[in-house]
């Protein structure tokens, strides 16, 4: 195996094992060390590929989040409504984080300030939807929609932080969130 496939492979390795003690024993009670030792390399090994456990579980939520996305992008609405669009992805994003709220907890407590991170898909993400609002809001300037996408992502992540600290079901959040967003958009027609 070249270099880079075996840095690769390593890298993956920790990934996949602070995946798993992440979710048997929680993020505060899993040390680098046990990442390390659960990926059968030194400790050393894993400051060679992250710098500490923040880098290291930042990572995790990237990676994780951008699979998810990749296998569920082809089956989601290419054209049609901003709402449509923004429905999708949501319940998509909601429905992951439900599965392991924990571990969605100590992911977004680690992520939720790097912008450098998910910045750009973020921007990517509202970009669509803004473009995607010109089938309800037709008489809106661009700039007005991109204000709608980024407003309804503020509701986004208010109902997913309510929802993340509640025992409501998952479905209970995202009806909440699109009932926002629908009426945003009737205030603007």
């Keep these: 195996m070249n270099r880079d496939k075996k840095k690769q492979a390593t890298r993956q390795s ?5 995946q798993q003690l992440f979710r048997e024993h929680g993020y505060d009670h899993v040390s680098t060390r046990d990442i390390s030792v659960a990926a059968g390399v030194s400790t050393g090994t894993l400051f060679a590929h992250f710098k500490d456990k923040h880098e290291l579980t930042k990572a995790l939520f ?7 996305l990749a296998h569920q992008t082809a089956s989601m609405v290419e054209r049609g409504s901003g709402l449509a669009y923004f429905e999708q992805y949501t319940q998509l994003l909601y429905t ?16 939720l300030f790097e912008q450098d991170y998910y910045g750009a898909q973020m921007a990517d993400f509202l970009a669509a939807v803004a473009d995607r609002l010109a089938v309800e809001l037709p008489d809106c300037s661009d700039a007005q929609r991109s204000l709608v996408a980024q407003a309804w992502m503020g509701f986004y992540f208010q109902y997913l932080f309510h929802g993340l600290s509640s025992a409501a079901p998952m479905m209970e959040w995202h009806t909440q969130l699109m009932s926002r967003c629908e009426a945003m958009l009737d205030l603007l027609r």
């Design 14 to 18: 920790l990934l996949h094992a602070a």
């Design 62 to 68: 990237l990676q994780e989040l951008d699979e998810l």
């Design 96 to 111: 992951y984080y439900d599965q392991d709220r924990a571990l969605s907890v100590a992911l977004l407590q680690q992520a």
